[in-house]
Nanobody
């Protein structure tokens, strides 16, 4: 299953952007879900994660207070609201789904990934 991430784009520093993650069709249920990102020339890094029930959530220190992960289980969709964006937030953002109900910050715990959506923040 390839998850579908959408909502990326080109914005200026200080702007906001919202990402969405959903599986194709109606046969796959999102349980624990996370967002990771990869900047050019850098390794993929954890951004945020949310458990199936909505709690607990986890955030990378670099995005705490600016990003909010949430979900709507009725729509089988996970969101990432990004505020006060900085140029260092630029990268390809990937959503990842796990088999567990409880989220973690480790990419090894996620089995289903999407192609990613590009977020570019200009200074």
């Amino acid at each position: 299953v390839q998850l579908q991430a959408s909502g990326g784009g080109l914005v200026q520093a200080g702007d906001s952007l919202g990402l969405s993650c959903a599986p194709p069709g109606r046969t796959f249920t999102l349980y624990a879900t996370a967002w990771f990102r990869q900047a050019p020339g850098k390794e993929r890094e954890f951004v945020a994660a949310i458990s199936w029930s909505g709690r607990p959530t986890y955030y990378a220190d670099s995005v705490k207070g600016r990003f909010t992960i949430s979900r709507d289980n009725a729509k089988n969709t996970v969101y990432l609201q990004m505020n006060a964006l900085k140029p260092e937030d630029t990268g390809v953002y990937y959503c990842a789904g796990g088999r567990s109900w409880i989220a973690t910050m480790s990419d090894r715990e996620y089995d289903y990934w999407g192609q990613g959506t590009q977020v570019t923040v200009s200074s």
